[in-house]
């Protein structure tokens, strides 16, 4: 009964910091972007404004859309896109339900709110829409292998070094890979970081794999039809996928907390932590999205299966053997 | 209708060409620029007027635009603002006698801000859409007695 409690208070205190946090995110990258382009941008919190006009604008349901599912969809993005984080850490926060969940887990529910985007564009009944789901659907399978291969070429090196239960989160947390593997391992680390860095934006729909959304040949794509409440949850759900996204990215591949080489306890490592795994995020988001999005134009779909399949992929593979070579070394010696 | 003050400070607009000689679209596109960088102020081009909350509508409209521009209209949500740019918009300026022409703007939908101009300046245009979120403002004023 308590832990039953205890998990409603976490998911609800959860469910706001993440939204927070992701809007704020959102507002800084809007601001280094415009800085790189020699603007001054919109205020940090130009995304809460954003949401609470969407949130009092009038929502229209197209006349040949489902309405069931067009309705439904942008809650279920945004609670799936929360449940996400229920099995994640936030710096030295155990997550909610960090029993339970693994990284396999993880891996399945992020796919969780692009499937209720796919599904939503198909219900508004619009030519754009269907389009803009079609094309999500194509860039979900592609990013889907080197985020597929990063995970299993890590949780396989900690398995091969004898650490118990390599899937679940925590041991990922508190054995980081990179005390793991020995140096091939560190190049095949930091080519997985590669990967990473590229998966983020595709995941998150972002210059230069948003042609799902492409404003300029599909007038919004997926979202074309959405309009007030609906649209504005989906900005949520936006959101908080990018802290997740970005935290899964982070326990994968820089997991380290300050409080373990200092050995502080207690509040003040419980503050050190989360800052320093906000800054984490922080750093993760600027690279892989902000200085990406500016930087680049965007791909045809074609272009985006190529790359992730063929380019990442390749790397991934690449990545894979030189684990296994330097796991043999390892454990030969 | 309940109208928040993000209004003032979010406006998305959404530009539609219902047969302008694109002088007007190409200084709209100017006004975009990082010299005026209207971001500042939330104001933003949008792809979609499911989305918008401006409807910005530049040159004099044709027989063939009739419907579009009447559709597009009906597809925004409230509440929404009607921006012309142009005198062919509001007139119809150096086209007024061709034979394909409906009519200005404000005889196919109700307008709220007219910015005149062949083609106006940049700075008119955000003037104009300062006078837009003007009239949210009062809206909201009338939304709160
Ligand atoms: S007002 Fe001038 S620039 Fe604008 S559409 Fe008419 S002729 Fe072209």
Known sequence: ?333 | MKLTTSFNRSLWVFHFNSGSCNGCDIEIVASLTPRYDPERFGVKLVGSPRHADVLLVTGPVTNQMVDRLQRIYAQMPEPKIVMVVGTCAQSGGVFSTSYNLAGPVDQIISVDVYVPGCAPRPEAIIQGVVTAIAKFERLHGSAKQ
């Open chain 1, 1 to 333: 009964m308590n832990q039953i409690l205890l998990a409603v208070v976490g998911t609800i205190f959860l469910a706001i910091f993440a939204i927070a946090f992701g809007l704020i995110l959102s507002g800084i990258d809007r601001r280094i972007v415009a800085r790189m382009q020699a603007r001054v941008g919109p205020p940090l919190l130009q995304p809460f404004t954003d949401v609470q006009k969407l949130l009092a604008k009038q929502s229209i349901i197209p006349a040949n859309a489902i309405p069931c599912l067009f309705n439904t969809m942008p809650i279920v993005a945004l609670a799936s896109a929360i449940t996400i984080l229920l099995y994640l850490p936030f710096g030295s926060f155990a997550p909610v339900l960090g029993e339970f969940g693994d990284v396999i887990l993880i891996l399945y529910l992020l796919t969780i709110p692009s499937l209720a985007l796919i599904i939503g564009g198909f219900a508004s009944g619009s030519p754009y829409a269907t389009i803009g789901a079609q094309r999500e659907m194509v860039s979900m399978i592609a990013y889907e292998l080197p985020l597929t291969i990063a995970v299993i070429a890590i949780v396989w090196r900690l398995m091969i070094a004898g650490i118990h239960e390599p899937f679940s989160i925590l041991t990922l947390m508190q054995n980081p890979v990179w005390s793991v593997v020995g140096p091939l391992g560190i190049i095949a680390l930091f080519i997985l970081l590669v990967m990473m860095a590229w998966v983020l934006p595709g995941e998150l729909s972002k210059i230069p794999f948003d042609s799902p959304e492409a404003e300029t040949e599909l007038a919004g794509g997926i979202l074309v039809e959405y309009s007030g409440r609906n649209l504005g949850l989906f900005m949520l759900s936006q959101a908080v996928k990018m802290v997740a996204i970005s935290t899964f990215g982070i326990i994968l591949l820089l997991p380290w907390n300050l409080s373990q080489f200092f050995g502080i306890s207690g509040i003040i490592a419980w503050i050190t932590d989360t800052i320093i795994f906000a800054l984490k995020v922080l750093f993760v988001m600027t690279v892989s999205v902000t200085i990406i999005r500016t930087t680049m134009a965007r791909f045809r779909i074609t272009q985006i299966v190529g790359l992730y399949w063929l380019v990442l992929g390749g790397l991934g593979a690449i990545a894979m053997i030189l684990m296994m070579v330097d796991a043999f070394f390892c454990e030969m010696i």
